[in-house]
């Protein structure tokens, strides 16, 4: 299944000379603009924007995708950014390293039956830590033919945080500029932090 699901991304990025724009998620520049940078990892890092807009503003970033096309295209681009790259299904494959300063998840679906996923993400933020989870809203996914109840929403990670976590953000926003042909005018938006112990 991981398999199949690798082959079917790098036939997606294989088959178009870019698959997304070169513009970094608007969602990261209001959320973790002021953070102090130390060590992020990029969910789902594509082609690397916001794992070069990160490095570019002094984070040490891991960016995981399923896809080897993916990443390989996003390192050519990023030249010698402080950036590892690592393929990875996270639905089978361990969250490489750990403690970070910051858990980034820009539409990222996780099906509700592989909440594990999520899980892991969140035991992947260190003390003091962020974790940023931006989804397109449910009508802009529903105007593409998928059912927002079947992946984990951002707001859901709340159930999944312990005592030790402050809720900082959590909301609906314009996006300010529409993506998906038009139809995902407004993000969902949830950042948590860690508290120290």
């Known amino acids: 299944m991981g398999n199949?699901?690798?082959?079917?991304?790098?036939?997606?990025?294989?088959?178009?000379?870019?698959?997304?724009?070169?513009?970094?998620?608007p969602a990261l520049i209001t959320e973790?603009?002021?953070?102090?940078?130390?060590?992020?990892?990029d969910v789902g890092?594509?082609?690397?924007?916001?794992?070069?807009?990160l490095a570019k503003r002094g984070w040490r970033v891991t960016a995981v995708d399923i896809s080897q096309v993916a990443l390989d295209r996003a390192r050519e681009i990023s030249g010698d950014l402080p950036i590892t790259?690592?393929?990875a299904d996270l639905v089978v494959d361990p969250v490489p390293g750990g403690d970070y300063g910051l858990v980034a998840l820009?539409?990222?679906?996780?099906?509700?039956?592989?909440?594990?996923?999520?899980?892991?993400?969140?035991?992947?933020?260190?003390?003091?830590?962020?974790?940023?989870?931006?989804?397109?809203?449910?009508?802009?996914?529903?105007?593409?033919g998928f059912d927002p109840d079947d992946y984990l929403q951002p707001?859901?990670?709340?159930?999944?945080l312990g005592d030790d976590w402050d809720i900082v953000t959590d909301e609906?926003?314009?996006?300010?500029?529409?993506?998906g042909g038009g139809h995902h005018t407004h993000d969902v938006v949830f950042?948590?932090?860690?508290?120290?112990?």
Do not use: C, Q
Not at 45 to 53: K, P
Not at 172 to 179: D, H, L, P, V
């Open 4 to 25: 199949e699901r690798a082959a079917e991304w790098d036939e997606r990025y294989g088959n178009a000379e870019r698959l997304w724009t070169a513009d970094v998620n």
């Open 32 to 41: 973790a603009d002021a953070l102090s940078p130390s060590t992020a990892l």
């Open 45 to 53: 890092s594509g082609e690397g924007a916001d794992a070069r807009w």
């Open 85 to 87: 790259w690592e393929h």
């Open 106 to 144: 820009h539409y990222f679906p996780i099906p509700v039956e592989e909440i594990e996923v999520a899980r892991k993400l969140v035991a992947a933020v260190g003390p003091e830590g962020s974790l940023l989870v931006v989804a397109h809203a449910p009508e802009g996914v529903r105007a593409h």
């Open 155 to 160: 707001g859901g990670f709340a159930e999944l």
């Open 172 to 179: 609906t926003r314009e996006r300010g500029k529409a993506a």
């Open 191 to 197: 950042r948590a932090r860690r508290v120290h112990p």
